[in-house]
């Protein structure tokens, strides 16, 4: 005759404290991460920087006279979007259409250059070793902390004495140096770029440009759009160094000849109207879509950029 045994339940033989840790376990992610403070945090944050393009894109509907007499955040009674954007376009005989493309120029050739300056830099001092690297780095390093500002007029000088103020030049060449997108570069390029995969190339006989160009900057390439669209954005929003480089408007950036419309809005100066101040707010509008478009496109680029460089592998 055989007896069989039953063997203890799980739920019986294990201690309680492990069957609370279990049950914890086997919660879902999102009932583990919901958090009420952290809700109403990010909440407030969206409305923070969501509410003022928000606000431009209803004051770019209304009129000079309704900016002041409606409530901001509402449209008017008339909303006349299509006619500012028609006046914005035909004002000083389509002088915004000039500023518009004069910015295309400066923020495309300027984060171009950058981000293939900085890419380069950055691969240098990540994969090669010479005299100095280590000071050069830190002299980069330090260059992050200086202000922009603070070397608009040094800036000036130098481009005075070799007569390239009031060109084009004068706002792409200071917008090349990227010391930050040159560290981030270099963060990137560190794991980014194995070391074997450049060794085989050498033994192939691939010179140092061509690995770079061929071979380096295809591994590059989250990172480089990373440091294209930080260029891209400040030099779009560049106000103090056009506004000391500059003195056509022809040659101006929006940010400039807004500038100079929100001035003769104020001061009521030579080819001011009536609605001058709704221009100045419907050409900030329009100002702002190609940045949008941008950012849109390149976003999965941008995130894998920035997410990458602080990974260790």
């Known amino acids: 005759m055989t007896t069989t045994t039953a063997l203890p339940s799980a739920t019986t033989s294990t201690p309680p404290k492990v069957r609370k840790l279990a049950a914890r376990s086997r919660r879902t992610p999102s009932s583990r991460r919901r958090s009420t403070p952290l809700t109403i945090a990010m909440l407030a944050a969206l409305a923070y920087f969501l509410l003022p393009l928000f606000w431009l894109l209803i004051a770019s509907t209304k009129s000079t006279q309704d900016l002041f007499n409606s409530f901001g955040l509402w449209f008017s009674d008339a909303p006349q979007l299509l006619a500012n954007i028609k006046a914005t376009f035909t004002q000083d005989d389509g002088v915004f ?60 000088l130098l481009f005075a004495e070799a007569g390239l103020v009031n060109t084009p030049w004068a706002i792409i060449l200071p917008s090349l140096v990227n010391p930050f997108g040159l560290y981030l570069m270099r963060v990137y390029a560190q794991d980014a770029v194995p070391d074997s995969i450049l060794e085989a190339a050498r033994i192939d006989g691939a010179g140092e440009a061509r690995i770079f160009f061929t071979i380096a900057l295809r591994l590059l390439a989250p990172g480089l759009v990373t440091v294209l669209l930080f260029t891209l954005v400040a030099t779009w929003n560049n106000y103090f160094l056009p506004l000391i480089m500059l003195n056509d408007p022809n040659l101006y950036p929006i940010t400039v000849g807004l500038s100079s419309w929100a001035a003769q809005a104020q001061n009521g100066g030579a080819g001011a109207s009536s609605d001058m101040l709704a221009l100045v707010v419907t050409g900030s509008l329009i100002s702002i879509l190609p940045l949008v478009v941008a950012f849109l496109l390149l976003q999965r680029y941008w995130q894998s950029g920035l997410a990458a460089g602080g990974v260790k592998q």
């Open 97 to 156: 259409v000039h500023w518009l493309l004069n910015t295309v120029m400066y923020a495309v050739v300027s984060s171009l250059g950058a981000a293939l300056l900085a890419a380069a830099a950055g691969y240098g001092f990540a994969k090669f070793r010479f005299r100095g690297d280590r000071f050069g780095f830190n002299l980069v390093l330090g260059a992050v902390m200086v202000p922009t500002t603070a070397l608009a007029i040094p800036t000036y």
